[in-house]
């Protein structure tokens, strides 16, 4: 991969005064907007030859929008490709080939981190493509009919894998109307295939049906599963599985009271969580009661469940503590009670003079979250900021209150706004907690805007970045522990790039990740990032030192 920078060509203006008095009562003339010139290019190949027609597409990596558009390019006859007008910030880039896969990819999606500079052309962004492996199979019920539309899902098999976390889902595919399924595109590797729904509610997909989870060749228990490998361009065929007899669902039923009146409470919604050993486990039915209070859920399993509020624009009320088991038959009249919540309330503060930027704090909402300290879920409520920056969260339940801003359509605050710090009665508080019913006043969130641009590049010495390694950087503000920034993705060059923070001093810390063989200890720098202007920095590791605590 190398780079080269473009130089901008000075504009000549001409100055028309003796017009000016002519236009005097006209807006001014706005500043003309700099297109961006930076690119990336490359070549795409299959088996050493040309892969002409290949759509590679590229999107920014801290995008939050997942309907943000792609900016893409098709490959020519030489396999070339070219993306150009892209301002100046880190991308994704990443071939759109069904059934094939780049060599040299790290994970599913492919994808090559690239840092474009201004106005910067990043050359030989290349992939190699190679046929992805494909596995095949039928999957019938008890009597060996056909499953169709039915998920299957394939695990891949990590030997450092926890074994007592789920299995990490590589791909899916569904079955057709021959109860045969194909999934493609896989990477190389080990994995194990499984179809129905899982106990533990991992999936919320509902095309499990009502089928037990077996993996092949006919295990409930992963670790009794079968390991399927796959090399490139290979094909496991046969891999069946046959489902058994369908599992016999419930329904519940009841209303939702409120606990102090009696009176039913109307459009309320909550959600179920399965409390499998000693955890909660979401599942896909949810509740929601009508005019009268009343509401139906359907398709439960036996077990034990509890009910977790969803926030509810502002209700006052929360759901007390709701367990309940389903065993053999539907559950009726299950009651629901609702009682007064806790409530947070205050104002947020954009911490900046610019009326440009203080004129977003009504685009800004607020969301809490409670968890609840018995495990069984917990409340959430949301507020959208008036406009003389006061909100209030109700519906709470006890415990300690975590909050965070949004858009007003996203669960991500525009870009360049976060949390700096929360007070509580004038006093820095890492967080609030609230009790039963409690109104809690006198809360000040802080929001800070940057416009301020780190930009970066990690150099090695006395060695190279192992095979299947990878750059890891934090930044944080010192002293202030619950900021939380994003950390910026790292390309090939060791470039990388964090747009939208706000002035002041950051400690960067760079590790090297994910290989194993022993490793440097963090390298950290001191840096300050002032508004509006793009602060570079330059961090080395030495390879020659490597950290003992690393076997």
Request: proline fraction near 7%.
């Amino acid at each position: 991969m190398r780079s080269s920078a473009r130089s901008a060509v000075p504009a000549v203006l001409t100055l028309l005064c003796l017009a000016a008095p002519l236009f005097a009562q006209s807006p001014p003339k706005q500043p003309a907007v700099k297109t961006p010139h930076g690119s990336v290019s490359g070549r795409v190949t299959l088996k050493d030859k040309p892969a002409p027609g290949v759509v590679v597409g590229l999107k920014r990596t801290d995008s939050t929008n997942p309907y943000d558009q792609f900016s893409k390019a098709t490959t020519d006859n030489e396999g070339v490709y070219r993306i150009t007008n892209l301002a100046a910030g880190s991308y994704q880039v990443l071939p759109a080939v069904p059934g094939y896969i780049a060599s040299d990819a790290s994970n599913q999606r492919q994808a090559s981190i690239v840092v474009v500079g201004e106005d910067e052309n990043i050359d030989d962004v290349n992939f190699t493509l190679v046929r992805g492996g494909v596995i095949t199979g039928k999957i019938t019920d008890a009597d060996g009919k056909p499953m169709i539309q039915m998920q299957v899902t394939v695990y891949r098999v990590d030997d450092k894998q926890d074994p007592q976390r789920p299995p990490y889902a590589e791909a899916n595919g569904q079955t057709d109307d021959r109860g045969i399924y194909r999934i493609f595109g896989l990477n190389p590797g080990k994995f194990k295939v499984a179809a129905g729904r899982r106990e533990d509610g991992g999936n919320f997909n509902t095309s499990g049906g009502n089928y037990k989870q077996i993996f092949h060749p006919d295990a409930t228990d992963v670790a009794k599963a079968m390991t399927i490998e796959i090399g490139e361009g290979g094909e496991a065929k046969n891999i069946d599985i046959s489902l058994g007899r369908a599992q016999q669902t419930f329904s519940i039923s009841g209303r939702v009271i409120n606990s102090e009146t009696g009176a039913p409470v109307p459009d309320m919604y909550f959600g179920l969580q399965r409390i499998i050993g000693d955890r909660p486990a979401s599942v896909a039915s949810t509740i929601s009661s009508n005019l009268r209070g009343d509401f139906v859920a359907e398709g439960l399993l036996p077990g034990k469940y509890s009910v977790m509020q969803f926030a509810n624009g502002g209700n006052e009320l929360r759901v007390e503590t709701t367990i309940f088991e389903v065993i053999d038959q539907d559950l009726t009249d299950l009651t629901i009670r609702l009682t007064k919540g806790a409530s947070v309330s205050g104002f947020v503060i954009i911490e900046s003079e610019d009326k440009a930027v203080r004129s977003k704090l009504t685009e800004l909402r607020l969301q809490g979250f409670v968890q609840s300290t018995a495990g069984t879920g917990g409340s959430g409520a949301a507020a959208q900021v008036a406009p003389d920056g006061s909100f209030r969260l109700s519906g709470l339940q006890s415990g300690t209150l975590n909050v965070s801003i949004g858009g007003m359509s996203s669960p991500y605050p525009p870009k360049g706004f976060s949390i700096s710090r929360i007070e509580l009665n004038g006093a820095v508080t890492p967080r609030v907690e609230v009790r039963d019913a409690e109104n809690v006043t006198g809360v000040r969130i802080f929001i800070s805007y940057g416009s301020g641009t780190l930009r970066g590049v990690i150099n090695l010495e006395n060695g190279t970045l192992p095979p299947g390694a990878r750059y890891a950087v934090r930044v944080l503000r010192p002293n202030e522990n619950n900021m939380y920034l994003r950390p910026p993705a790292v390309d090939a060059r060791g470039h990388f790039v964090m747009d939208g923070l706000p002035a002041g001093n950051y400690e960067i810390s760079v590790s090297i990740a994910g290989a194993n063989v022993r490793m440097p200890l963090p390298v950290k720098r001191l840096v300050t990032v002032t508004e509006a202007s793009i602060t570079d920095v330059a961090i080395t590791i030495d390879m020659g030192a490597q950290s003992p605590a690393n076997p």
